[in-house]
């Protein structure tokens, strides 16, 4: 059978905008002569909607949007994921995670998800009962087995088994010659070789052929990948879609043909996620150009360059805004960026303003020694400065910090945390070097002196990262197992790390919570985020 996979990036809640999306992927896959056409998770919705779908007509709407939709749908059927209610009499939940198949103006079979997933960044149970029976849908002479996202991901790629059902099995024992699969996987590094290797294990398990349409795109925190991807009964990969772009392709389920290896480079799909989840955001909300701080540090440099790959240089808004402590590197540098980027930057220094401010609260400071406070004046005052441009000229304002300095409180609430979105914060401070090292791998894009000077705040003579941080590569290692991996500080410590280093960073993780909870929502790129998928209380006890 020639499929369509149609890879497309819904918005969430726009129903008229996500019709015509699925319309135009529609009829390019039938001008490549596609039989039937398969679309993600909630394809009609955009994923995840979580609460809109208490809102009294945001399900109605999704359903007159379905109707619409089926009736402009001919004789090659489409399978669009949408929500749809509950009507099921007793308790549960009131709505469904749906997919349906519409075929010749009509909804001609609706199909509930099964297996609702509530971990990491998931909360399906909250909203949606769980379909109960897996049915097989009979269409030119084929048994289709109809799966949505968790439905085929199998125990040995959960972290422990979750579910007594196994889908795909109860499907394939009623006769599926051919399992469909609607999901919305959001990306992290790494998983889209775990879902190919995944994908093709299920169809060798299950000598069956298997087709899967992922989403891409940005909403919110998480990012979608795409990665879509065709598999043969004996496991061979047909064809796979390229990863963050929208795509339509023709897939015959029956071909001798074999799709290659999928290539990827960590660095690589980590800038490319994270362009597209600020291209995204941006657009999504609204908003049509952005500013930032550029400090001459790698974080802001980063942060600059994937703005000006998503949305151009001309709607990227640059400001320098040097101290009294600020080296003049570190202001050339920030110059030579923007030009390298043919971004807008301009300088405007805060020393006047620092000054002022010390002055005002010299009465109530006194003869008190400057200490960190001072040094949170300079970050508060340029957060004033970002907060202006952004105010007058519309600019969505980007904050620069990274994940490392995110985990330990090494930011200034009210200073550098001011933005709408955090791009980078799920990026470890190796990351961003190995990033940024990748961005000049053809040419200097970022100038070398930022990466190869020590990182500093530069808000006291001298200052250097490490002056009151461990070295990156002990704190990213830490970091990773406890925050990623939920191990103890017992456990790391018994895997090589000094005590006193890892009390210190556990005790730091632990305060700051409150702090990241007023933060911008940052894109997730690594498998635990800060933000969704993690959720610590501030006041706690627990060592």
Request: proline share 6%.
């Amino acid at each position: 059978m020639k499929i369509g996979i149609a890879q497309i990036n819904a918005v969430v809640g726009d129903f008229p905008g996500n019709v015509k999306r699925l319309m135009a992927a529609y009829r390019e896959c039938l001008d490549a002569g596609a039989e039937l056409v398969l679309t993600p998770e909630m394809s009609l919705v955009g994923y995840p909607p979580r609460d809109l779908v208490f809102k009294s007509q945001f399900v109605p709407k999704c359903l007159q949007a379905l109707d619409y939709l089926a009736e402009e749908i001919r004789e090659v059927p489409l399978v669009v994921g949408y929500v749809d209610h509950n009507s099921d009499p007793g308790p549960g939940k009131p709505f469904r995670n749906a997919a349906a198949w519409l075929e010749n103006g009509t909804i001609r079979h609706k199909v509930w998800k099964t297996l609702l997933p509530t971990y990491d960044v998931f909360d399906e149970r909250r909203y949606f009962e769980g379909g109960k029976n897996c049915e097989i849908i009979e269409w030119n002479g084929h048994r289709i087995g109809l799966t949505i996202c968790e439905d085929i991901w199998t125990e040995d790629y959960l972290q422990r088994p979750l579910y007594e059902r196994d889908p795909v099995a109860e499907l394939r024992g009623q006769g599926a010659d051919l399992i469909l699969n609607l999901s919305a996987s959001p990306f992290h590094s790494g998983k889209p070789q775990t879902r190919r290797t995944m994908i093709s294990d299920v169809a060798r398990e299950h000598g069956v052929p298997v087709v899967y349409c992922n989403s891409i795109g940005g909403n919110d925190q998480l990012v979608f990948d795409g990665h879509s991807l065709a598999v043969a009964a004996d496991g061979r990969v047909l064809a796979q879609l390229g990863g963050f772009v929208e795509s339509c392709v023709v897939v015959d389920t029956l071909s001798k043909t074999e799709a290659p290896p999928l290539v990827s480079n960590a660095s690589e799909d980590l800038y490319r996620a994270l362009v597209l989840g600020l291209r995204d955001y941006v657009t999504k909300c609204g908003f049509s150009s952005v500013c930032l701080g550029l400090s001459g540090g790698i974080d802001s440099a980063l942060t600059a360059v994937i703005a000006a790959d998503a949305l151009g240089p001309e709607n990227v808004h640059g400001l320098t805004m040097p101290s009294g402590f600020s080296s003049s590197g570190s202001v050339d540098d920030s110059i030579a960026l923007a030009k390298h980027l043919g971004i807008r930057c301009d300088t405007v220094p805060i020393q006047n303003a620092f000054e002022a401010v010390k002055t005002s609260m010299k009465p109530i400071f006194g003869d008190l020694k400057e200490d960190v406070t001072e040094e949170n004046m300079q970050a508060r005052i340029r957060g004033l400065f970002l907060m202006s441009l952004s105010n007058k000229f519309g600019h969505l304002l980007l904050t620069t910090g990274n994940k490392s300095e995110l985990a330990v409180g090494y930011c200034t609430i009210y200073g550098d945390m001011c933005g709408g979105l955090a791009v980078i914060s799920d990026l470890p401070k190796i990351r961003v070097y190995e990033v940024s090292r990748w961005i000049n791998r053809e040419r200097e894009i970022i100038p070398w002196n930022t990466i190869d000077k020590p990182p500093s705040a530069e808000l006291r003579p001298d200052q250097k990262d490490q002056d009151t941080l461990p070295p990156y590569e002990i704190l990213d290692a830490i970091l990773e197992q406890y925050v990623e991996q939920h191990l103890s500080a017992d456990e790391i410590i018994a895997n090589g790390f000094e005590e006193s280093t890892m009390r210190w960073i556990q005790r730091r993780v632990d305060l700051n919570e409150w702090k990241r909870q007023q933060a911008a929502p940052g894109l997730r790129v690594t498998t635990k985020a800060f933000g969704i998928g993690r959720r610590m209380p501030i006041v706690q006890r627990f060592v």
